[in-house]
């Protein structure tokens, strides 16, 4: 895995991490406002394709261009695999070969306040991982941060074999060493053939800049 980077992938994943501008809140009226997040949005779309481009073009790919499906998520070109995230202030992009790796989701969280950790846990967390919490000695905000993000990387993994949609409570951290950035979610829904009900995915985490950085990979 690569150390300096801020997601912990394997070294068949190239990533890469941009800066992104967070769109003004202009005086003036509602239109205005939803011009300024309709730029924002804008630009974030192209930054990450931007990004992915340039991975592609760096693994050997003759296309670079990402397409959109139906349903809004990423079209990779054949024969590569890939994940876009953003919050905030940053984008994320991870790209790999579909020969080297099977699957790869990231997502980029920052460190939730208490009253978003109190949202988060109602819609995210059932009583064992809360419960995992507290026995780990792990700060709450942390905790649910942490869930959180696992949850929606891992749900970037599997989509694209799944394809379909699933909720937060369809996997559980089971495991999550914040000293070694390692954690293991089980599925407690029947995914697919190749996600079945109790099936144990094992993640990982950075966390820098009051940020989490999770990532799942999968072997192809």
């Known amino acids: ?41 804008q630009r974030q779309f192209q930054t ?7 991975l592609l073009s760096a693994l050997g790919s003759s296309v670079t261009e990402v397409g959109v499906a139906a349903d809004r ?13 953003h919050k905030d202030t940053i984008l994320g992009v991870a790209v790999a070969k579909a020969s080297a790796v099977g699957a790869v989701g990231i997502d980029i969280e920052r460190v939730l306040s208490p009253k978003l950790a109190d949202d988060v846990e109602s ?4 009583a064992r991982e809360r419960e995992l919490g507290r026995r780990l000695g792990i700060e709450r905000c942390l905790f649910a941060t942490l869930c959180f993000s696992a949850k929606e990387s ?36 029947h995914l697919s053939s190749a996600a079945p009900l109790g ?21 192809p």
């Open 1 to 41: 895995m690569s150390e300096g980077l801020p997601f912990k992938l394997g070294a068949a994943v190239l990533q890469r991490i941009e800066p992104l501008v967070p769109a003004n809140e202009p005086g003036g009226g509602d239109a205005q406002i939803l011009a300024s997040r309709r730029l924002a949005r």
């Open 48 to 54: 990450g394709r931007r990004c992915a481009a340039e």
């Open 73 to 85: 998520s990423p079209v990779w070109p054949p024969g590569f695999v890939g994940s876009i995230t």
């Open 123 to 126: 819609v995210c967390l059932i």
């Open 154 to 189: 891992l749900y970037k993994c599997l989509y694209p074999s799944v394809r379909r949609f699933f909720d937060h409570f369809a996997a559980e951290v089971i495991e999550l060493d914040v000293a070694e950035g390692t954690m293991r979610l089980r599925l407690n829904e």
């Open 199 to 219: 099936r144990v995915l094992a993640g990982s985490f950075r966390l820098r800049d009051d940020h989490a950085f999770t990532s799942f990979e999968l072997p």
